[in-house]
């Protein structure tokens, strides 16, 4: 059963901006975590950012900092990430995560690992060229 759904990825030129979208199904929207992930060819899958959705508490990997942001829209059970200033770095497969358990209290939430999610959707790839 489809849980999660990506889409909005593509080729885009550096310093260039895209907008992934994850659907999240209804029933396990509430009270999640929602990661995305990427991996580039030959390299180990990166957590790029997250986001509680019970509060709306964002964090971000050091490398996409001041530009990419995860905002969501909880009407729709979409989470999305908002790409800006890409750069050839950042060409990789993006995958959208839940985790339904997540640490309910801020002091308890430590950087989640791939491991705390257990829905994943099917990835959707971005491809930035110069």
């Known amino acids: 059963e489809v849980r999660l759904l990506e889409s909005g990825g593509g080729s885009v030129q550096a310093g260039g901006s895209l907008r992934l979208s994850c659907v999240v199904s209804?029933?396990?929207?509430?009270?999640?975590?929602v990661g995305w992930f990427r991996r580039a060819p030959g390299q180990e899958r990166e957590l790029v950012a997250h986001?509680?959705?019970?509060?709306?508490?964002?964090e971000y990997g050091d490398s996409v900092k001041g530009r990419f942001t995860i905002p969501q829209d909880s009407n729709n059970n979409t989470v999305y990430l908002q790409m800006n200033d890409l750069t050839l770095e950042d060409t990789a497969m993006y995958y959208c995560?839940?985790?339904?358990?997540?640490?309910?209290?801020?002091?308890?939430?430590?950087?989640?690992?791939?491991?705390?999610?257990?829905?994943w959707g099917q990835g959707t790839q971005v491809t930035v060229s110069s």
């Open positions: 986001i509680y959705t019970s509060d709306g508490m964002t």
């Open positions: 209804g029933d396990i929207y509430v009270s999640n975590c």
């Open positions: 995560a839940a985790d339904l358990n997540p640490p309910v209290a801020a002091p308890f939430r430590i950087r989640p690992s791939a491991d705390d999610f257990q829905y």
